[in-house]
Nanobody
Framework: QVQLVESGGGLAQPGGSLRLSCVAS??????MGWFRQAPGKEREFIAR????????YYADSVKGRFTISRDNAKNTGYLQMNSLKPEDTAVYYC??????????????????WGQGTQVTVSS
């Protein structure tokens, strides 16, 4: 099992920044991803990172504004969110995948999820 705990959500103004953290514990995993889910919508892929090699992939909607990273020593993943927009408002989730063979672009690729953290972008 892998346990994931997100933190760092909150209220930000349009154009502002937030950094989300996802602390992982338990067994090893190959990929970590970030998703978000707004009320009445499906869980949406944002970004994913290969845990050992560090390669990354982003959704077009956040490319150039969000950055995914990880600190292997702390077993923690991060999502730095800049130039926030009201449409970024959602509950943000981190997930982990055991197998590096999965692309990690769909929610059903993931074996483990955190509890989510609310991000609200509003003036």
């Amino acid at each position: 099992q892998v346990q994931l705990v997100e933190s760092g959500g909150g209220l930000a103004q349009p154009g502002g920044s937030l950094r989300l953290s996802c602390v992982a514990s338990g067994r090893t995993f190959a990929l970590m991803g970030w998703f978000r889910q707004a009320p009445g919508k499906e869980r949406e892929f944002i970004a994913r990172i290969n845990w050992s090699g560090g390669s990354t992939y982003y959704a077009d909607s956040v490319k150039g504004r969000f950055t995914i990273s990880r600190d292997n020593a702390k077993n923690t993943g991060y999502l730095q969110m800049n130039s926030l927009k009201p449409e970024d408002t959602a509950v943000y989730y981190c997930g982990a995948i055991r197998s590096a063979l999965r692309l990690g672009l769909r929610a059903y690729d993931y074996d483990y999820w955190g509890q989510g953290t609310q991000v609200t972008v509003s003036s």
